[in-house]
């Protein structure tokens, strides 16, 4: 059963519903036909709003798609084009290593033919040397023997001189000896 309290207090709530009631009447009696051209209003804008805002979904989303295709495109034209670059650096290495190997072997065979010409050149030089040496010894024995036979000669020549010296000098004393009759002849 309801207490007097609650019955009280449903007699308030709708005393306040009629009075509330009554002045939405009152509202409606004064503003009512602004307020629904208000409404119609705003129902027309908010049709236009919700519209733009889907076109301006639609268009942001068609400009975000156009820009995803145009940044996956030039994703993949960079790609392509480093794809490009480093198979291009790829084969110009390789040229660069066959020429460097190219270039290794020709400086191997100027070396090989400098080593070559430098050996026959050492060859040709110690052959010369050589026939020089040779050359030059058998002219100093020949000079030698010439020296020698020279010296030889120049000896000869002192010892004849030096012989008719002594023969003279054995000439001139004898002869002093008999001028002064002291020159005795010995007995055969």
């Known amino acids: ?4 309290a609650d019955s009280k207090s449903s007699a308030s709530a709708e ?11 009152i509202r409606d009696i004064l503003f ?10 705003f129902m027309r804008l908010e049709d236009r709003l919700t ?9 942001v989303r068609k400009r975000f798609d156009s820009l995803e295709g145009f940044v996956q495109k030039e994703v993949e034209s960079l790609g392509q084009r480093l794809k490009s670059e480093k198979s291009e650096r790829a084969e110009s290495l390789k040229d660069l290593g066959r020429e460097l190997r190219e270039a290794a072997k020709g ?3 100027r070396l090989g033919s400098l080593d070559d010409q430098l050996a026959e050149s050492t060859a040709e030089i110690r052959s010369k040397i ?8 058998a002219e100093i024995a020949l ?15 002192l010892r004849l001189d030096n012989t008719a010296r002594d023969a003279l000098a054995d000439l ?4 002093g000896l008999r001028l002064k009759n002291e020159f005795n002849l010995p007995d055969k």
């Open 32 to 41: 009512g036909s602004q307020m629904r051209d208000y409404e119609k209003r």
């Open 51 to 59: 519209k733009d805002a889907e076109a301006l979904r639609e268009e």
């Open 15 to 25: 005393n306040e519903v009629k009075e509330g009631a009554n002045v939405d009447k």
């Open 172 to 175: 001139f004393a004898e002869f």
């Open 130 to 137: 050589l026939d020089q040496s040779k050359s030059l010894t």
């Open 107 to 109: 400086i191997e065979k």
């Open 143 to 157: 000079k030698h023997r010439e020296l020698v036979a020279l010296l030889d000669r120049e000896v000869q020549a």
């Open 1 to 4: 059963m309801a207490s007097p």
